[in-house]
């Protein structure tokens, strides 16, 4: 979680690099990180809620990507089959963010 081990990631070959748990480092650390190593590529898991306003606040920080993928995919959705509430979740952060599908 250092930038030391996050630049040694980098030139170790990594096109991307996991932060896991976002929610121990956050959104500013992100800033701070990216500030003197604008060449790395994060991608941020745990912590990352299932709105548009917590991704659009990572993506300000300036990571890759997020993972959102235990909130959205909860034991309870893919048990009950309720494909067509995780897909309107998906929508509501899409239109939220204004990505075009």
Known sequence: MTPTEFQQ???????????FPGSS???DYIKHL???????KIVVTGGVQVNALSIKTWLDAGVFATGIGSQLFSKEAITTGDYKGIT??????LLTLNVKR
């Open 9 to 19: 990631a980098h030139l170790a070959g990594s096109p991307l690099i996991k932060l």
């Open 25 to 27: 480092m956050g959104a």
């Open 34 to 40: 990216l500030a003197p190593l604008p060449h790395l």
């Open 88 to 93: 309107e979740k998906l929508k509501e952060i």
